[in-house]
């Protein structure tokens, strides 16, 4: 399957370096020499040329393409070639119709793709804009200082990376099918491991953990987050159930996350120094919210954090857009005395130079652009599909039980599943009639429509499909 990437900055180059490793047919496009020079080292085709024109997308293959994604920074680039790419795909061929991805950071762009318009006018199939879910990743990993990274599958589903502790004494060098049997409320489910010096794995009953090992444990529910840490030897720190937080900026993105804690019962103060902006949240229907206060002053004034005893904030968030500028922001609450402290950043380099600064958890957005892209690539699944942050080739995806699925109807002991793929989640309709997340038991029954999310090697990917069917 041929597929063709516009744009060889870090989104494409990371999304590049993800399917060439799963032995698809790549073609990337750039018109910057030293992006095109740098991704020369990519196992596909790279070419020097405008995603905008017909000739270079022709060059490229795309009439013969089954996917076409969109990533260059600019969304007005990207909507003009994709428009073009499905033109010059032609649609005479209706086996292979042309899967169109595009990244858009325009609000008024992704409410034209909400609203179904930007399909019939710019023939884009997926739209990428991974806010929403850097966000949730973001809060998510705040709640501990220890864990090292956080990918939300929806409906309190969470995947969680950390490192084993040197005081967990009582689980290393021993079976992990013996310690199931030992932990009565049941041990954490591990879906990945990463061992110095050896290659990625999925982890069965015979797997003996070792201190230092990088794992990716399965969770259901941000209450969960702290089992895991202290199964693992790392120390809990608390989080309060309504915590007061500190949002620098009144920006979209600042919008976003004052409306995601206040979602989650915290109480949000938001520091603006423009007083347009001040003003423009503060008279908003979100403005209106009894746990929300927006002040405006400058977020580097001591006496004005001072003044809203910024000492006795829980979090403090930055949502500037320059990525120093939201460090520094960041940094001077953690010295005034904010124990969680959480970046959103533009500059993957930038996130573990955090890290060692004492912050508390940053996101990669490019990551979270990447994982959003791979999920619509491979449609086949049905939901999410996931690149774990530190364990290598191992991935995540989201499959649907059907009736034609040899193991519908039968528990998940007797679907005997191979051990080079672990189940991390069940997914089901409730009688409320929305999706809620279950840990996997061995006497849970797989229904049909079920959905399930199954870790494993990435060169194991088909094997999984074809056992779902699919």
């Known amino acids: 399957m041929r597929i063709i990437i516009g744009g060889a900055g870090r989104v494409?180059?990371?999304?590049?370096?993800?399917?060439?490793?799963?032995?698809?047919?790549?073609?990337?496009?750039?018109?910057?020499?030293?992006?095109?020079?740098?991704?020369?080292?990519l196992d596909g085709l790279v070419l020097h040329g405008n995603i905008t024109s017909r000739e270079t997308l022709l060059e490229a293959g795309i009439e013969s393409a089954s996917v076409f994604v969109a990533a260059t920074p600019s969304d007005e680039s990207n909507l003009i070639a994709c428009s073009i790419a499905e033109h010059a795909h032609g649609t005479e061929d209706e086996q292979n119709p042309l899967i169109s991805v595009c990244r858009l950071g325009n609000a008024s762009f992704v409410n034209e793709y909400r609203q179904g318009h930007l399909k019939e006018w710019a023939n884009v199939d997926h739209i990428v804009?991974?806010?929403?879910?850097?966000?949730?990743?973001?809060?998510?990993?705040l709640r501990s200082t220890d864990?090292?990274?956080?990918?939300?599958?929806?409906?309190?589903?969470y995947v969680?990376?950390?490192?084993?502790?040197?005081?967990a004494h009582n689980i290393?060098?021993?079976?992990?099918?013996?310690?199931?049997?030992?932990?009565?409320?049941?041990?954490?489910?591990?879906?990945?491991?990463?061992?110095?010096?050896?290659?990625?794995?999925?982890?069965?009953?015979?797997?003996?953990?070792?201190?230092?090992?990088?794992?990716?444990?399965?969770?259901?529910?941000?209450?969960?987050?702290?089992?895991?840490?202290?199964t693992f030897g790392h120390e809990v720190t608390y989080f309060p159930e309504e915590p007061r937080v500190a949002i620098i900026g009144a920006t979209p993105i600042g919008t976003k996350m004052a409306e995601d804690w206040l979602n989650h019962d915290a109480k949000v103060?938001?520091?603006?120094?423009?007083?347009?902006?001040?003003?423009?949240?503060?008279?908003?229907?979100?403005?209106?919210?009894?746990?929300?206060?927006?002040?405006?002053?400058?977020?580097?004034?001591?006496?004005?954090?001072?003044?809203?005893?910024?000492?006795?904030?829980?979090v403090a968030l930055s949502s500037l857009e320059n990525d120093h500028a939201n460090i520094a922001a960041v940094l001077l609450a953690s010295d005034l005395g904010v124990t969680h402290t959480g970046l959103l950043l533009y500059d993957a380099d930038l996130v573990k130079v955090t890290q060692r600064m004492g912050i508390s958890f940053a996101?990669?957005?490019?990551?979270?652009?990447?994982?959003?892209?791979?999920?619509?690539?491979?449609?086949?699944?049905?939901?999410h599909y996931a690149l774990l942050s530190a364990i290598p080739d191992v991935v995540g995806l989201t499959l649907e039980v059907t009736e034609k699925a040899k193991f519908a109807?039968?528990?998940?002991?007797?679907?005997?599943?191979?051990?080079?793929?672990t189940l991390a989640f069940v997914k089901r309709i409730n009688l409320a009639g929305e999706w809620e997340s279950m840990q996997p038991k061995a006497s849970e029954l797989l229904l049909e429509k079920d959905h399930v999310v199954m870790f494993c090697h990435r060169d194991r990917v088909l094997d999984i499909q074809k056992r779902f069917k699919v």
């Open 12 to 41: 494409g180059y990371a999304l590049a370096r993800a399917l060439s490793r799963e032995k698809y047919d790549v073609v990337i496009i750039d018109q910057d020499s030293r992006a095109v020079s740098n991704a020369q080292a």
């Open 129 to 141: 804009n991974p806010l929403r879910g850097a966000i949730t990743r973001l809060n998510a990993g």
């Open 147 to 157: 864990i090292e990274e956080v990918i939300p599958f929806d409906d309190e589903a």
């Open 160 to 167: 969680i990376e950390l490192n084993v502790g040197d005081s």
């Open 172 to 230: 290393t060098s021993r079976k992990l099918g013996d310690l199931k049997e030992d932990f009565v409320h049941g041990f954490p489910n591990i879906v990945a491991v990463k061992r110095t010096g050896q290659r990625s794995f999925v982890p069965n009953d015979e797997t003996k953990l070792e201190k230092g090992d990088r794992i990716a444990v399965a969770v259901v529910g941000l209450d969960n987050f702290n089992p895991a840490l202290l």
């Open 269 to 314: 103060t938001v520091i603006e120094g423009e007083l347009h902006l001040a003003n423009q949240l503060a008279g908003s229907k979100l403005g209106g919210h009894p746990n929300l206060e927006v002040i405006h002053g400058d977020h580097l004034d001591k006496s004005v954090l001072e003044e809203i005893s910024i000492e006795q904030f829980d």
């Open 363 to 383: 996101v990669d957005r490019r990551r979270v652009a990447v994982d959003n892209m791979l999920t619509y690539i491979h449609e086949k699944v049905s939901g």
């Open 409 to 421: 109807g039968k528990s998940i002991a007797e679907a005997q599943f191979p051990d080079w793929m």
